[in-house]
């Protein structure tokens, strides 16, 4: 074997290491790089609005990161106890009372907490669910996230048409934190078996991470109806 094969044989495998190297660290980095992101964004939210003697970071020679996503976690539970009592629905209502009566916070206030009213409900399959619709033209299509059958008076506007619609959420890739609301005929959306997770990871990767698929024997195909109830 002459040098240069030598050299070669080296080099290729110094790259397969490094690859390997690279498969097992990156998600670990960015993972960590994520993790710190948000808990240094809730101290930086709450700690300013803790007082002085119950703020550790102004007796310790060193901060303590995730104080304040705690405090926050505590203070969000401890809400929801007092919500459950008469008390606490009582001075819930007073204070949605008063930001009832603000001409733009009571529109900002009541589309976020039916927003988090609809996703957050255990009942709720609210972008639990994925499915494929042809979109932007026919013969391509889209993975979408199954938000719910269309209400109100868009579901009226529709039904005067004879049409049976569904809201879904179509994200981008490599970042699905924004997207379209469309409505699409149910019969238009082909629903997928896949977790919401898995279908956000294929998002992500841009096709690269697909979900394992197996089978089922004799099992029909699942309705759309099924996913939004």
Request: hydrophobic share 50%; net charge positive; with cysteine.
């Amino acid at each position: 074997m002459t040098d240069g094969s030598k050299g070669g044989m080296i080099a290729s495998r110094l790259r397969n290491y490094f690859l390997t190297g690279l498969i097992i660290c990156a998600p670990v980095a960015i993972t960590v790089w994520l993790v710190r992101s948000f808990i240094e964004w809730a101290d930086s939210w709450v700690k300013p609005y803790l007082p002085s003697f119950y703020n550790p970071d102004n007796y310790l020679p060193v901060a303590i990161p995730g104080f304040g996503l705690l405090v926050a976690i505590v203070v969000i539970t401890l809400v929801g106890f007092l919500t459950a009592n008469l008390v606490g629905r009582t001075i819930v209502h007073f204070g949605e009372s008063l930001l009832n009566r603000m001409p733009l916070v009571r529109t900002i206030y009541k589309s976020l907490k039916q927003i988090f009213q609809t996703v957050l409900q255990d009942q709720s399959s609210s972008f639990k669910k994925a499915g494929l619709i042809e979109y932007p033209s026919p013969g391509f299509w889209s993975l979408v996230f199954i938000a719910t059958d269309v209400k109100g008076e868009i579901a009226a506007r529709f039904k005067d048409r004879g049409l049976d619609m569904v809201a879904v959420f179509l994200p981008p890739t490599p970042l699905p934190t924004a997207g379209f609301l469309l409505f699409v005929p149910r019969e238009k959306i082909i629903p997928l078996h896949m977790s919401a997770e898995d279908a956000a990871k294929l998002l992500i990767s841009g096709g690269l991470v697909a979900p394992d698929h197996t089978p089922l024997a004799n099992a029909p195909p699942r309705a759309v109806a099924n996913e939004t109830a």
